[in-house]
């Protein structure tokens, strides 16, 4: 590889809002057989909004009291919901994220869980009754929160991200390139399988902890893929560091962007295809 033509090639690629960090990460993109792609932020626009939520007045506010402690985007979507609903917030004695799977917190001398089956399930909170709900939502790519209070099953918020405008031909693009395409994400499985259809991906790796998102990317390796991570998270990172090419969100976190090995400008994914056509064109000068 001549130094002048690797130059040329990320010259371009900058050209186009790919940033290399250096010359030998597009010869390595040259290389890449499979993609992951972490789900939130990354294939969907990390704007979730409130679509649905059954509960009374006081399940709002300690709902949305508790979610303001959280850095989560569907906490942010949350507080932005008992806003506009003219909730009055509350303060929280006690605040505790539980990776994967909500939140815990302590407001009013109350108890406050909030988060996905998992965690009604690790404490023992009855929720057969709205099991129905939940599929219901997930079907339709929602994200279903459960609510308890002291215990007690008290309320569901299903949240709602949109698909990038531009995922569907951004995935068409790789596949046709030869790449394998393959979703990562902590949400539920049903919620990934409906994102993962309106994008055109078939392969779903879903409810994976943060912590286990680097040793799925080491699991495609050990297979003998040479594999690409994107991701927007602070979750992402480890893995984005794992795989042989670590693409971050340019909309995404400054640890994902440190993580990564390139970034591509504004989260636009067709730059990803783009990257790879333009790693083959240099390479080829090459050789
Ligand atoms: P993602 O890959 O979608 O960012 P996470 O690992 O961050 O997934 O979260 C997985 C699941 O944990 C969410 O789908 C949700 O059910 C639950 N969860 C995470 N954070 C919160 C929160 N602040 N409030 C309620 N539930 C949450
Ligand atoms: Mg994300």
Do not use: C, W
Not at 45 to 50: H, N, S
Not at 75 to 84: D, L, N, P, Q, R
Not at 231 to 250: C, K, M, Q, Y
Not at 269 to 280: D, N, V, W, Y
């Amino acid at each position: 590889a001549t130094p002048t033509s690797i130059m040329v090639g990320t010259g371009k690629a900058a050209e186009n809002g790919i940033l290399f960090k250096g010359g030998e990460h597009l010869e390595r993109t040259h290389q890449l057989e499979a993609i992951v792609l972490d789900k939130t932020g990354t294939i969907t626009k990390g704007k979730p909004e409130v679509t649905d939520f059954s509960g009374d007045e006081e399940t709002l506010q300690l709902l949305a009291s508790a979610e303001k402690g959280s850095e989560h985007p569907l906490a942010g979507a949350i507080v932005a919901y008992a806003t506009e609903n003219d909730i009055d917030f509350v303060d929280v004695d006690e605040f505790n994220a539980i990776a994967g799977h909500g939140i815990e917190a302590k407001m009013s001398g109350k108890h406050v869980l909030v988060g996905n089956r998992k965690l009604m399930n690790d404490h023992q909170i009855h929720i057969e009754g709205y099991e129905e709900k939940l599929v219901e939502f997930e079907n339709n790519g929602k994200t279903a929160m459960l609510i308890a209070i002291d215990g007690k099953y008290r309320g569901i918020v299903a949240v709602a991200d949109t698909i990038k405008e531009t995922a569907p031909q951004a995935i068409r693009e790789l596949k046709d390139l030869g790449i394998e395409v393959i979703m990562l994400t902590g949400d539920n499985e049903r919620t990934a399988q409906a994102i993962a259809k309106q994008v055109g991906i078939d392969q779903v790796i879903a409810q994976v902890l943060p912590e286990e998102k680097a040793d799925k990317v080491k699991e495609l390796q050990s297979q003998g893929k040479k594999v690409a991570m994107v991701g927007d998270g602070v979750n992402d990172a480890p893995a984005l560091v794992t795989a042989d090419i670590g693409i971050a969100i340019g909309t995404g976190t400054e640890v994902a962007i440190e993580a990564a090995d390139l970034t591509i400008l504004g989260g636009e994914l067709l730059l990803i295809p783009k990257a790879i056509k333009i790693s083959h064109a240099t390479i080829r000068n090459i050789r």
